[in-house]
Every structure is written in structure tokens, then in C-alpha cells.
């Protein structure tokens, strides 16, 4: 339901399209965003990856990943939507009633450049005659991407391995890893997403000697999220001292 709601919302076509609307809202706006404001922000656009500038969350849990109270947080909220950088849906529960999680639209940059469009119907003529060569560029992508994933699994085997040999955690742990990087690629380096996915299992077996985890792969789902998140904000903070 989400996916195919937040699909029809998407305001870009693809990431780099929505890092380019966030350099420019910061740009025009930088003297306007409070620091509240700018961490709601990199929160937002962290969960607004997967469907180009749409981002599904709570008040509550924007909240915490921010460590602000929640008025705090819609305060800045507010201010976002004033400055025409965000739009905010209000979704219902179907059954219980009440608000439930928002949609939030990340906008695009009110002026768009000229000069773009016409390059864009230059290009569409010839669109048409590089078909077959794109093909064999799939099928040679598809090998390299698979070999990478082949490599990787075996990256995250011997990692478990240096701990405990467990074939289905390394399968859960591999799981949860490319669940939250599969709408990274392409925005992060594979070989840096691979690097924080094998440091997020060493320091969750690390954990393991300071206290009792009952379930590894929660523990490595909360701790995979987490350097995500600061990997994110680090990007975020470049974006915003460029300005």
C-alpha cells in the first residue's frame, strides 16, 4: 500500500535528481533553517531514498532520531513546509482511526534551468538506435553485479566466521544487510556500503562480550541502521558546507 501510494507522490526520478533539490533549497534557505530544522531535514531525506523524495515516518520517531521533544519537531516541520522545501500528507488508520505515520514530499527547486529542457528533446532522437549495445551492457552489468554479491557473501561469512560458524545467522545477517542498502546503490560506493555492513557484524559480536544479545540479528539491524544513518548525515553536512 505504502510503496505504490509514496510511488505516485515521487517528486524526482532518481537520487541524484533529490540531492540536487536539497543543495538548492539549502542554498536559498540557509539563513531561514534552524539546526532543528536542518536534522529533520537529513532525517527526511534519509528515508526518502528508496521513493525519490518520499519519506513515511512518525512524529515520535523523527523525534528520537533526532533526540528532540516532538513539538520541536513540528515546529520545524512547519517551517520546512513554509519555506516550500517540504509538503506534508496526513495519513489516517484505516480501522482504529487517528493519525498514523505522515507522508512527507521533499519538493523540487521551484526554478527549473532552461538550458536543460532543450538537451533533454535533443537527446530523444537518438534514444531510439543504441538499443541493442544497452543490452549487452545489461547482461555484462548483471554478471559484474552478481560476481560483487557472490563476493560479498563471502565477506560476510568470514566475518561470522572469526566468531561463531553459523551458516543461517550469516544468511539472516546477509539479509538484513541488503535490505538496507538495496535503495543505496548507485548514492553510496559499493565497496563503502560493503565496509559499514562487515564493521556493523564485528561490533555486534564485539557487543556480545559486554552483554548477554539475545537476538544477533535485531542487535545487528539497530547497529547497521545507525551507521547508515551517520553515513547520511555526514554526506548531509558536506551538501550543506558547499553552500
Known sequence: MYTKEASKMASFRSVDELNGALRTHIYRNKSDLTPAAIEVLKVLSR???????????????IAELIGKHRVTVIRSIKRLVDLGIIRKEIKYRPVSGGNGANMYVILP???????????????????????????????????????????????????V??????????????GIYLAHTSYLKGVYAADILQGIG?????QTFIATKRKPIRNLAGYYNGVLDRMLDRLFAARFDEMIDKQ
Do not use: C, W
Open 47 to 61: 528515508h526518502a531514498v528508496k521513493t525519490p523524495g518520499v519519506a513515511y515516518l512518525k512524529l515520535a520517531i
Open 109 to 159: 527547486a521551484a526554478d527549473v534551468t532552461p538550458s536543460v529542457l532543450p538537451r533533454q528533446d535533443a537527446v530523444k532522437p537518438t534514444e531510439t538506435k543504441p538499443k541493442a549495445p544497452e543490452r549487452e551492457n545489461e547482461a555484462i552489468i548483471s554478471q559484474s553485479k552478481l560476481k560483487f554479491l557472490q563476493n560479498t557473501y563471502a565477506a560476510f561469512k568470514s566475518a
Open 161 to 174: 566466521n572469526m566468531f561463531v560458524s553459523d551458516r543461517k545467522l550469516t544468511s539472516k545477517l546477509y
Open 198 to 202: 562487515l564493521e556493523a557484524v564485528h
